[in-house]
C-alpha cells in the first residue's frame, strides 16, 4: 500500500500565502518524481509544477514566479510554497507520486486525496 496525504490548505486572501505539504507513505522502492496537480470547478486536472529525483523542476506558465515546488528525499515528502496567491489559484490541489513499490514492480502513478485551496477576499 502506498499513501500520499496533504495539508496545508485552506482560506487566503489574495496576495497572500499558502505552503502545501504532501508525504508519501507505506511501500515504496523509488519515488522517481512527485507534483502537484490542481482542479477547479468545471475545469480538467492541470499540472501546477513537478519535481525530479534529482530536483530538475518544471512549472506551469500560470504559477512560474509565484510557486516553489521542493523535496526532502529523506522524509518522501514534497512542499509547493504559493506566494502571491490569485482568486484564478482556487482550486483542490492534488499531490501525485511516480514510483516503484518493490524493485521487480512497474512504475505507476498515486494519487493524493486532495486538499482544497480557496483565494478570496
Known amino acids: 500500500q502506498v499513501q500520499l496525504v496533504e495539508s496545508g490548505g485552506g482560506l487566503v486572501q489574495p496576495g497572500g500565502s499558502l505552503r502545501l505539504s504532501c508525504a508519501a507513505s507505506?511501500?515504496?522502492?523509488?519515488?522517481?518524481?512527485m507534483g502537484w496537480y490542481r482542479q477547479a470547478p468545471g475545469k480538467q486536472r492541470e499540472l501546477v509544477a513537478g519535481?525530479?529525483?534529482?530536483?530538475?523542476?518544471n512549472y506551469a506558465a500560470s504559477v512560474k514566479g509565484r510557486f516553489t515546488i521542493s523535496r526532502d528525499n529523506a522524509k518522501n515528502t514534497i512542499y509547493l510554497q504559493m506566494n502571491s496567491l490569485k482568486p484564478e489559484d482556487t482550486a483542490v490541489y492534488y499531490c501525485?507520486?511516480?514510483?516503484?513499490?518493490?524493485?521487480?514492480?512497474?512504475?505507476?502513478?498515486?494519487w493524493g486525496q486532495g486538499t482544497q485551496v480557496t483565494v478570496s477576499s
Open positions: 501525485n507520486a511516480d514510483l516503484k513499490r518493490l524493485w521487480y514492480s512497474q512504475r505507476a502513478d498515486y
Open positions: 519535481i525530479t529525483s534529482n530536483e530538475n523542476t
Open positions: 507505506g511501500t515504496i522502492f523509488s519515488i522517481y518524481a
